[in-house]
């Protein structure tokens, strides 16, 4: 078997995390699905928690897969919830729950 380059490594890794994500977000969906769908982003939606988990999922992923310290892997997980990441359904509760606990 062929190995993979660094490039399709870190493609591989963006596809196995899409998938992590609808995965967790409980969407019955996978990364072949939404291929050249145009604004499939804005058709799914996961919660806060489910966010949290997916990051802390996808650190542990890249760590093991492409190596990257633990600050980098975060790094890159930040940029995949800007760049493939779902909204948060309960963003604003999240909030709001957030600004009453630091008033207490």
Do not use: C, P
């Not at 998938?19 to 499939?40: P, Q």
Request: proline letters at 0%; charged letters at 35%; aromatic letters at 12%.
């Amino acid at each position: 078997m062929k190995r993979l380059t660094r490039e399709q490594k870190k493609e591989k890794a963006i596809v196995d995390i899409i998938n992590k994500m609808f995965e967790i977000a409980g969407h019955d969906v996978t990364y072949d699905d939404i291929v050249g769908v145009d604004e499939w982003w804005q058709k799914y939606t996961m919660t806060v928690a489910q966010g949290e988990q997916l990051e802390e999922w996808g650190k542990k992923y890249l760590m093991r897969e492409l190596k990257l310290r633990a600050a980098y892997a975060e790094k890159e997980m930040m940029w995949f919830s800007v760049m493939w990441g779902l909204k948060y359904s309960d963003f604003d509760e999240h909030i709001k729950s957030k600004i009453n606990t630091n008033e207490k």
